[in-house]
């Protein structure tokens, strides 16, 4: 069994203020017995104001929240599943890149999130996140992590399948989605897209997830999660407050439900 924290926030316009709940977080999940955590899409910086935003994109290596969560991560040592934080690339664009930290502070690996968020939603808002953030190209998984081999995904990238269906055919035993959906997004399709995840990749879904009102204006549905293989909710933490919430992850489960459901040995090439 390996037990997890799940980090459910309020992302505002400070990289300094988010970095310190990072770190804060970090020393509270190993405290409570967590072996990782994982914290929501956007941790660093979540600020619609791409002009006020641009000041704090920066570089990798110059990321200050990149390094508080190294240095918290090997202090406590404890892994982090960093959700995502907005880098800057060598081209001049923006990439929205996942970071799992292992227990020393190495970063044992990188994703950038492959689909943009480009929509035009009934309520009225407008989202063009391919105007400044370029896609990644490449499905990542990180082996022997506490939750065994992790895959590695990004908000948005919930609703393509074939995303999943590679991480399936890795046999990954979890899967994580830091988010930062909207309201209106996230209470018609948040909860039953994460279990059909679950259910199809027979694996765990670890979903950890902005909330609430924020301080560039957005609102932001909450409800991180985790899902076992089954589909079955082990955690939500609702749609109202932050916090910081454990589970427990028994690889035993995935094992049952791969046997029991074993869909993953019997799918089929699809030839049009």
Not at 174 to 183: K, S, V, W
Request: hydrophobic share 45%; with cysteine; net charge negative.
């Amino acid at each position: 069994m390996a037990r997890i924290a799940v980090l459910q926030m309020t992302t505002g316009i400070d990289p300094v203020a988010n970095a310190q709940t990072l770190v804060n977080a970090i020393g509270a999940a190993a405290s409570g017995g967590a072996s990782i955590m994982f914290t929501p899409e956007m941790s660093g910086l979540l600020d619609r104001d791409r002009v006020r935003g641009t000041q704090h994109i920066v570089p990798e290596a110059d990321n200050p929240v990149l390094s508080a969560v190294r240095e918290a991560a090997a202090g406590a040592s404890i892994w982090v599943a960093l959700g995502s934080l907005a880098i800057a690339r060598d081209d001049g664009r923006w990439a929205n890149r996942s970071f799992t930290i292992d227990p020393t502070g190495a970063i044992a690996a990188r994703y950038d999130k492959i689909h943009m968020f480009d929509v035009d939603l009934a309520s009225g808002e407008s989202w063009r996140e391919s105007n400044a953030y370029a896609p990644g190209d490449r499905v990542v998984t990180v082996d022997q992590t506490p939750v065994g081999r992790l895959g590695l995904t990004i908000c948005y990238d919930l609703r393509f399948p074939a995303l999943f269906q590679a991480l399936g055919a890795a046999r990954c035993d979890a899967i994580a989605i830091p988010a930062a959906f909207t309201r209106p997004t996230g209470a018609a399709h948040w909860h039953v897209l994460q279990r059909a995840r679950a259910i199809e990749a027979s694996a765990y879904v670890i979903a950890a997830a902005q909330v609430g009102r924020h301080e560039d204006g957005r609102e932001t549905y909450g409800h991180s999660l985790v899902v076992d293989p089954w589909g079955e909710v082990l955690l939500d933490l609702g749609g109202v407050e932050p916090g910081l919430g454990f589970a427990e992850i028994d690889p035993g489960r995935i094992a049952e439900v791969r046997a029991q459901l074993p869909s993953l040995a019997n799918r089929r090439p699809m030839h049009t």
